[in-house]
């Protein structure tokens, strides 16, 4: 697995790669380089407890694509603000960015910060999250529909054919990858008949603290009669597994997620949590910066379709990449990858887990 996604990003990063120069990280989410072309890239990333992805993962995963192909970048971090959010985009325009890639809190915030971008002769790329309304020239992310899907398959293995309740605790209604989620795990467990849907419910911003407390709401609600949880990140799987804890049930109830955190992993392997979504953060960055260099250049980035705007009807030329399901049987497959890494995941706690998973 290791190799394939390497080559992969290998591959992605050919014309990149081929002009290698070493940039130089200023140690402030910048660096310099001359060879990806005259252009330089502004990444704004959405928040810090949404799911610990965008710092553990996605900034140093970014660094390295931005440096290994010389270009000129800024990742900066909104924290859920999305004044803050707005600042950085002005800020950045004014510095002189050519390509301006965001994660949006929410759409409108996001269409607006790229008209305005636009209006500059900034273009603009939605890393991960789609903007309904707005105007990025591409789309890089995963396919969130088929991440849902996962989920939903995943639990279903997991609970086999048996009569089941489900509680959906869902992502932000403000995060268009939310609803494709919650859409792609529908698609399953609806037509799965020996299943009832008990409760279901958005968490506002993927707020964790809030996904426990509306989850103990929904578990009350069901009488405790509750038998699998379809989780949309692995922080409100988390926050679901504590309730789930607090009542005894822990182990006993499948739950969901996606990410593969350390947090996630760990779950799985200690029995509380039944599978994850792993979206290597290296290939998503590397998808990005390779389609934010050809902006820079000029030409056009590859993509793998279209994927259409709810709101504007636009079909937004997309990078969609692969998400993998990860259950206790593969979670060294994460790790091999780099997507973690085993002294994080195999700590003394889980060190008898992780043996027993075969991971050393
Ligand atoms: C991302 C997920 C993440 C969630 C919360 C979604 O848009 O695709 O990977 O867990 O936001 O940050």
Same mark, same amino acid.
């Given at each position: 697995m290791k190799? +394939?996604?390497g080559a992969v990003v290998a591959a992605g990063l050919g014309l990149a790669l081929s002009l290698t120069a070493c940039g130089e990280d200023d140690g402030n989410g910048s660096g310099s380089g001359s060879d990806g072309g005259e252009g330089k890239i502004g990444v704004i990333l959405p928040d810090t407890e949404s799911s610990v992805r965008w710092e553990s993962a996605d900034r140093p995963? #970014? $660094? =390295?694509?931005?440096e290994a192909a010389g270009v000129d970048y800024s990742i900066q971090n909104a924290e !859920? %603000?999305? $004044? +803050?959010? &707005?600042?950085?985009?002005?800020?950045?325009i004014a510095d002189g960015v050519t390509v301006l890639a965001i994660v949006n809190l929410d759409s409108a915030s996001g269409a =607006?910060?790229?008209e305005k971008a636009n209006a500059q002769g900034v273009a603009t790329i939605d890393y991960d999250r789609l903007t309904l309304g707005g105007s990025a020239e591409y789309y890089v992310s995963f396919d969130n529909t088929v991440v849902g899907? #996962?989920?939903g398959q995943g639990l279903a293995d997991c609970l086999g054919e048996k %009569? =089941?309740?489900i509680i959906f605790l869902n992502g932000s209604p403000t995060d268009n990858n939310a609803t494709l989620f919650a859409e792609g795990a529908h698609s399953v467990l609806d037509g799965i008949e020996s299943y009832t849907q008990v409760g279901e419910q958005a968490v506002p911003e993927w707020d964790n603290e809030e996904a426990a407390v509306i989850f103990q709401q929904l578990y009350t609600q069901a009488d405790g009669d509750v038998d699998g949880v379809l989780a949309a990140n692995d922080g409100l799987g988390g926050a679901a597994i504590s309730i789930l804890e607090a009542n005894g049930r822990a182990g006993e109830v499948p739950v969901t !997620?996606? %990410?593969? &955190?350390v947090e996630g992993l760990q779950n799985i392997l200690a029995g509380t949590q039944c599978m994850t979504v792993y979206k290597s953060a290296t290939l998503e960055a590397g998808a990005l910066a390779e389609a934010a260099i050809a902006l820079v250049n000029g030409e056009e980035a590859e993509t793998t379709g279209t994927t259409p705007d709810s709101e504007s009807g636009r079909e937004v030329p997309s990078i969609l990449l692969d998400p993998v399901a990860i259950t206790v049987d593969n979670v060294g497959d994460v790790i091999d990858d780099g997507g973690q890494k085993l $002294? %994080?995941?195999c700590t003394a706690d889980y060190a008898d887990a992780c043996a027993e998973a075969g991971i050393s």
């Amino acid at each position: 697995m290791k190799r +394939k996604y390497g080559a992969v990003v290998a591959a992605g990063l050919g014309l990149a790669l081929s002009l290698t120069a070493c940039g130089e990280d200023d140690g402030n989410g910048s660096g310099s380089g001359s060879d990806g072309g005259e252009g330089k890239i502004g990444v704004i990333l959405p928040d810090t407890e949404s799911s610990v992805r965008w710092e553990s993962a996605d900034r140093p995963a #970014l $660094e =390295a694509a931005f440096e290994a192909a010389g270009v000129d970048y800024s990742i900066q971090n909104a924290e !859920g %603000d999305v $004044e +803050k959010m &707005t600042q950085i985009a002005d800020s950045m325009i004014a510095d002189g960015v050519t390509v301006l890639a965001i994660v949006n809190l929410d759409s409108a915030s996001g269409a =607006a910060i790229q008209e305005k971008a636009n209006a500059q002769g900034v273009a603009t790329i939605d890393y991960d999250r789609l903007t309904l309304g707005g105007s990025a020239e591409y789309y890089v992310s995963f396919d969130n529909t088929v991440v849902g899907e #996962l989920q939903g398959q995943g639990l279903a293995d997991c609970l086999g054919e048996k %009569d =089941a309740n489900i509680i959906f605790l869902n992502g932000s209604p403000t995060d268009n990858n939310a609803t494709l989620f919650a859409e792609g795990a529908h698609s399953v467990l609806d037509g799965i008949e020996s299943y009832t849907q008990v409760g279901e419910q958005a968490v506002p911003e993927w707020d964790n603290e809030e996904a426990a407390v509306i989850f103990q709401q929904l578990y009350t609600q069901a009488d405790g009669d509750v038998d699998g949880v379809l989780a949309a990140n692995d922080g409100l799987g988390g926050a679901a597994i504590s309730i789930l804890e607090a009542n005894g049930r822990a182990g006993e109830v499948p739950v969901t !997620g996606q %990410d593969a &955190t350390v947090e996630g992993l760990q779950n799985i392997l200690a029995g509380t949590q039944c599978m994850t979504v792993y979206k290597s953060a290296t290939l998503e960055a590397g998808a990005l910066a390779e389609a934010a260099i050809a902006l820079v250049n000029g030409e056009e980035a590859e993509t793998t379709g279209t994927t259409p705007d709810s709101e504007s009807g636009r079909e937004v030329p997309s990078i969609l990449l692969d998400p993998v399901a990860i259950t206790v049987d593969n979670v060294g497959d994460v790790i091999d990858d780099g997507g973690q890494k085993l $002294e %994080d995941v195999c700590t003394a706690d889980y060190a008898d887990a992780c043996a027993e998973a075969g991971i050393s």
